[in-house]
């Protein structure tokens, strides 16, 4: 009787002790960086993965395309630039700086910043484009692009004519309509987003998020047919400050980093974290590590946990969901993109790189 009633209390705590949630930490405490492209006049801060590929894509400021592919060599597989070239609208005298980009299973597009605003559909095989959307309003300058699937997508933009840029699709980016003030929450006075890493938008399904530069988080539950806003409690009294980057792991655990590109050591009240979808954000890590950064990531397959948030000051790792963070890296990228959960592409100044983050 002794006997079975041992065992049975041995098979409760076995149970017990391996129960779902009980998962080993993980804690990543170095980061490999390998540069792929490398060039002084390379300035991207638009990046994408290709989905279910070890592969990159990227525009960058001065109207250049490039495309990162794993290709067969003597030695095995290795990333080789595939194509790059200016991108050519028959328009020599203007300066095509490209902030944004999307891409679909059939297409990839590029947003530019400045007057006109200009959403292009780029030819991956040949170095020619078609543009999609013509914006000429003066204060035309838009900031980020994503898409819901591949027939809806979205693109955010500074506010004109008192309220924020919203420009949406449903045909696959080949027709985009501006969605008009009535349609929109009332935008503050010069509101708008950080070109910085093409990460103000969070979808998560039918669910958006937009950070913006007065600290306000923009949401829509439907593709953004209606819309809601939210305050935050990030510093965002200077033109310099507001959110720079957000982030969603599922419906309602967020992040968003942001601060004063100009104070790139300030640390206070420029990270925030939401776990009921964007209602409400509180104020974590103040006056710790890191200041400024331009791009946060949640990292795949974390829980929720595991953040990677990065700027030209260098690379910070958090797995406790943004409460504490360790410095990886001196070294400075604008954007990064993961493409599983130890791996991920990132550009900035002067190069794209491979990133990978060991324990």
């Not at 194509?83 to 944004?100: E, H, I, Q, T």
């Not at 331009?294 to 260098?314: R, T």
Request: hydrophobic residues 35%; proline residues 4%; glycine residues 10%.
């Amino acid at each position: 009787m002794k006997k079975l009633l041992l065992s049975g209390l041995l098979l409760v705590f076995v149970f017990w002790s391996f129960k779902p949630g009980k998962a080993r930490q993980r804690t990543i405490n170095t980061v490999e960086i390998v540069t792929l492209v490398q060039d002084s006049l390379l300035n991207v801060r638009a990046l994408e993965v290709i989905p279910n590929e070890d592969a990159c894509v990227f525009l960058t400021s001065n109207g250049m395309f490039g495309s990162i592919l794993k290709r067969p060599s003597e030695s095995g597989m290795k990333h080789k630039p595939l194509v790059f070239y200016p991108v050519d609208l028959n328009k020599d005298s203007f300066s095509y700086n490209f902030r944004a980009m999307a891409v679909t299973k059939t297409r990839g597009m590029g947003l530019t910043i400045g007057s006109p605003a200009l959403l292009v559909d780029i030819n991956v095989d040949k170095p020619e484009t078609t543009v999609l959307y013509q914006e000429n309003h003066p204060n035309a300058f838009y900031d980020s692009m994503d898409f819901w699937n591949d027939q809806e997508g979205i693109a955010i933009g500074d506010s004109t004519d008192g309220c924020l840029s919203v420009i949406i699709t449903r045909d696959g980016g080949h027709t985009w309509t501006k969605l008009t003030c009535d349609q929109l929450p009332k935008g503050m006075e010069n509101e708008g987003a950080f070109a910085a890493s093409d990460t103000n938008i969070a979808i998560v399904g039918s669910q958006t998020w937009v950070a913006t530069t007065a600290g306000r988080v923009y949401y829509s539950p439907d593709k953004g047919i209606t819309w809601d806003v939210f305050e935050t409690p990030i510093i965002k009294e200077k033109e310099t400050e507001g959110i720079y980057s957000i982030a969603f792991y599922d419906a309602l655990n967020g992040f968003a980093i942001g601060g004063d590109y100009s104070n790139p050591e300030g640390n206070s009240a420029n990270k925030i974290r939401t776990k009921d979808g964007g209602k409400t954000w509180e104020l974590v890590a103040q006056n710790q590590e890191p200041g400024y950064r331009s791009c946060v990531q949640y990292i795949p397959d974390s829980n929720g946990k595991e953040l990677v948030a990065l700027g030209f000051k260098g690379i910070d790792y958090s797995n406790d969901s943004g409460t504490t963070w360790k410095h990886l890296s001196n070294e400075g990228f604008y954007t990064l993109r993961f493409i599983n959960d130890s791996t991920a592409y990132a550009a900035g100044q002067g190069r794209v790189s491979k990133l990978t983050f060991r324990e």
